[in-house]
């Protein structure tokens, strides 16, 4: 029976009391034991979270009372035991690693193309404009291994850092064409897609939700295998059901 709930948002929003919200996020998740993983920076918040359904409500009710994570985007899943050990709310410098402090995604969100639209795209080989489409998979060789989109291209990189440059290397692939760059939940998308504009490219987006969220809406339609998750579940399939069942812990 898969009881436990399963939650992953992320909001890039600019951040003055990075100490004083992740105190608070710490206690509400405490409050409703949950467990998982949440990195609070300047940048805003990343929450990877499991636990029961009415603790998973009363947290996510308790963040949005805050006006600067009012409707943040959540990403839902279900499982039949939690799929993290522990609590850790850690800050950091960025709530995902890039090295990169010209771009700005708290202050402005990259464009976006929703599942539905890129799953049209997809079906008709172009995009509405009848431009050549290129998927661009912005996650690690390790990740990439368990399932992609069909075609997508792959750099083979082993750290988010590493994609500006492995990007650069194949710019003759993407130049004139329509580009489509995703990841499991879609916070490296932001941070990519805002790059690649600074570098000149006039048309690329990120898919909005990233791969879960697309799971949600379109299902597997043009993905093989499975999307890598950051915790024991390991993998989940395009019904967002886990590749382990029961970790046996």
Same mark, same amino acid.
């Given at each position: 029976?898969? =009881?436990?709930?399963?939650?992953?948002?992320?909001? *890039?929003?600019?951040?003055?009391?990075?100490?004083?919200?992740?105190?608070?996020?710490?206690?509400?998740?405490?409050?409703? !034991?949950?467990? /998982?993983?949440?990195?609070?920076?300047?940048? /805003?918040?990343?929450?990877?979270?499991?636990?029961?359904?009415?603790?998973?409500?009363?947290?996510?009710?308790?963040?949005?009372?805050?006006?600067?994570?009012? /409707?943040?985007? @959540?990403?839902?899943?279900?499982?039949?035991?939690?799929?993290?050990?522990?609590?850790? @709310?850690?800050?950091?410098?960025?709530?995902?690693?890039?090295?990169?402090?010209?771009?700005?995604?708290?202050?402005?969100?990259?464009?976006?193309?929703?599942?539905?639209?890129?799953?049209?795209?997809? =079906?008709?080989?172009?995009?509405?404009?009848?431009?050549?489409?290129?998927?661009?998979?912005?996650? !690690?060789?390790?990740?990439?291994?368990?399932?992609?989109?069909? &075609?997508?291209?792959?750099?083979?990189?082993?750290? *988010?850092? =590493?994609?500006? %440059?492995?990007?650069?290397?194949?710019?003759?692939?993407?130049?004139?064409?329509?580009?489509?760059?995703?990841?499991?939940?879609?916070?490296?998308?932001?941070?990519?897609?805002?790059?690649?504009?600074?570098? /000149?490219?006039?048309?690329?987006? %990120?898919?909005? &939700? &990233?791969?879960?969220?697309? *799971?949600?809406?379109?299902?597997?339609?043009?993905?093989?295998?499975?999307? *890598?998750?950051?915790?024991?579940?390991?993998?989940?399939?395009?019904?967002?059901?886990?590749? @382990?069942?029961?970790?046996?812990?």
């Amino acid at each position: 029976m898969s =009881d436990i709930q399963n939650i992953a948002a992320y909001r *890039f929003v600019r951040l003055d009391d990075v100490d004083a919200v992740a105190a608070r996020i710490k206690d509400l998740c405490q409050e409703q !034991n949950l467990l /998982g993983t949440v990195l609070v920076s300047p940048e /805003g918040i990343n929450v990877f979270l499991a636990g029961a359904e009415a603790g998973i409500a009363a947290f996510l009710t308790d963040l949005q009372a805050d006006a600067r994570f009012a /409707g943040i985007e @959540v990403k839902c899943s279900r499982s039949a035991f939690v799929p993290f050990r522990r609590l850790r @709310v850690k800050r950091k410098a960025e709530i995902i690693t890039y090295r990169d402090p010209s771009l700005r995604p708290d202050a402005g969100r990259a464009p976006s193309v929703a599942p539905e639209t890129l799953a049209r795209w997809l =079906d008709q080989g172009h995009d509405d404009d009848g431009r050549e489409l290129v998927l661009l998979d912005t996650r !690690n060789a390790e990740e990439v291994e368990y399932g992609s989109f069909r &075609g997508a291209l792959d750099f083979g990189i082993t750290r *988010f850092t =590493d994609l500006p %440059q492995a990007i650069a290397a194949r710019r003759a692939e993407l130049d004139g064409k329509t580009v489509v760059s995703f990841c499991t939940g879609g916070i490296r998308c932001e941070k990519s897609v805002l790059r690649m504009q600074a570098e /000149g490219y006039d048309r690329c987006y %990120q898919l909005e &939700g &990233g791969i879960l969220g697309y *799971f949600e809406k379109m299902g597997g339609a043009h993905y093989d295998g499975r999307c *890598f998750v950051f915790d024991d579940r390991i993998a989940l399939d395009p019904q967002l059901q886990p590749l @382990v069942a029961d970790p046996g812990f």
